[in-house]
């Protein structure tokens, strides 16, 4: 057996891919499995962007690029954020990644060390904390529930601040509560932050996929004193229907985005340099199926939670954004199932998979106990047929 390092040892595959191949596997085999597993939209990618990709390719876009990313795609993201958000950002404060998990991997990478403590809201969407203890990090999580609409308190959050606070990572709408924080409530994180030297992270990739006409706010827009300690992290995935694009991009303090591109530098080099243009024509291009895919998502957030709420035993809260739902299971935890007791998220997960053929993600690694997460990122049909298994599924248990 070769020996594995340490680093290897203490962190755990993604358990909502790990799951979406498992559903995929089943499906494989011909089993009629309904995926509310990985957050991916079940959309194709726009037409005008797919278009821009294979004339990238036409005109024989098949070189390296500038490991930060081509100049005018750079450019594209610095004039979004001055357009939306009356931000003023250089081309050089921008870093184009592959995907927005590999820029939050390159930025922690740049800015954590041994014992560094990562405040993490909790449920938080998995990947924060594993990524934080590969670059030798300590995750501090701050939980949440129902009571606040999974959004936390601002005595909780004072608290988990300390000298040692190197990283703060805030996802707003967020994976996988759909959590949305008020202007007013990020304000006063705001204001708490002004009190501590740290790096603040602020994953937005869901700020589009919001509902009911609420607005997503942004942290350095609402206090600009902020920004020469915030990153924001965003990508195309999620809104553009984009997620095997590969395209995240990370836009900040230039010394951080610097170290950050180092890194990238030493290991994958640049993004897809067609993706980089699918990329570049998504966020430059027409916006008009954005907001078509969103009513979309809330027809099917309406759905899902109504007949969620419907099974005994499952209490589903209705978020504003993003595009999943996180149902609190606990009255199913002392239950038994085809002759198992359930007595874990991970326990209703697998019978759920077993008795219904309906993939969910556990809450476990989102850091909860009782819950367990849908991606309600598919067709209304699908969520129909997998609420009623689910429903029949609960009536078994005894
Ligand atoms: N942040 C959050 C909160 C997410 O849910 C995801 C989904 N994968 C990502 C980042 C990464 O997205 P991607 O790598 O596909 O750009
Ligand atoms: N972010 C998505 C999810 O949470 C995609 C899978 C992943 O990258 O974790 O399901």
């Not at 499995?33 to 959309?43: M, T």
């Not at 992270?201 to 009911?212: F, G, M, P, R």
């Not at 008009?288 to 969620?308: A, T």
């Not at 019978?351 to 209304?380: C, M, N, W």
Request: charged share 25%; glycine share 6%; proline share 5%.
């Amino acid at each position: 057996m070769t020996k594995l390092a340490e680093r290897t040892k203490g962190i755990k595959p993604s358990v909502t891919l790990a799951i979406a191949a498992k559903a995929g596997k089943l499906r494989s085999e011909g089993i009629d499995v309904v995926n509310f597993s990985a957050g991916e939209p079940d959309f194709d990618t726009p037409e005008h962007i797919k278009a821009a990709a294979v004339e990238a390719l036409r005109k024989g876009m098949t070189k390296y690029t500038d490991v930060k990313g081509i100049e005018p795609l750079r450019e594209a993201i610095t004039q979004k954020y001055q357009r939306e958000h009356g931000l003023v950002y250089r081309k050089d404060d921008v870093l184009v990644s592959c995907g927005a998990k590999h820029s939050l991997y390159n930025i922690f990478q740049a800015v954590i060390g041994p014992g560094d403590e990562v405040v993490i809201p909790a449920p938080y969407w998995v990947s924060y904390s594993d990524m934080a203890l590969l670059a030798g990090g300590v995750p501090k999580l701050i939980s949440t529930n129902e009571a606040t609409g999974f959004r936390m308190k601002l005595e909780q959050f004072e608290v988990a601040l300390t000298p040692r606070t190197r990283v703060v990572v805030l996802n707003s709408p967020c994976n996988p509560t759909g959590a949305s924080y008020h202007r007013d409530e990020l304000l006063a994180i705001a204001r708490v932050l002004e009190e501590h030297d740290c790096l603040i992270v602020s994953d937005d990739i869901y700020e589009k996929i919001i509902y009911d006409n609420s607005q997503v706010h942004n942290l350095v827009a609402l206090n600009p004193s902020l920004r020469e300690r915030t990153v924001i992290i965003n990508g195309v995935s999620k809104t553009y229907a984009m997620t095997g694009w590969r395209i995240g991009y990370a836009i900040g303090p230039a010394d951080v985005i610097s170290a950050a591109a180092k890194i990238q530098s030493q290991s994958t080099s640049n993004a897809t340099s067609i993706a980089q243009a699918a990329a570049l024509e998504a966020i430059r291009g027409s916006q008009d199926e954005v907001p078509i895919m969103v009513r979309e998502f809330q027809k099917r957030r309406d759905v899902i939670v109504d007949r969620l709420n419907a099974v005994e035993g499952i209490r589903c809260l209705k978020p504003q954004g993003a595009f999943y739902v996180f149902p609190n299971i606990a009255p199913l935890l002392s239950k038994t199932g085809n002759g198992k007791k359930l007595g874990s998220p991970c326990d209703v997960a697998d019978y759920l998979l077993e008795e219904a053929k309906v993939a969910v993600v556990p809450g476990e690694d989102f850091g909860s106990q009782q819950h367990i997460r849908f991606s309600y990122a598919t067709s209304l049909e699908d969520i129909e047929k997998g609420c009623k298994r689910i429903h029949a599924a609960v009536k078994k248990l005894n």
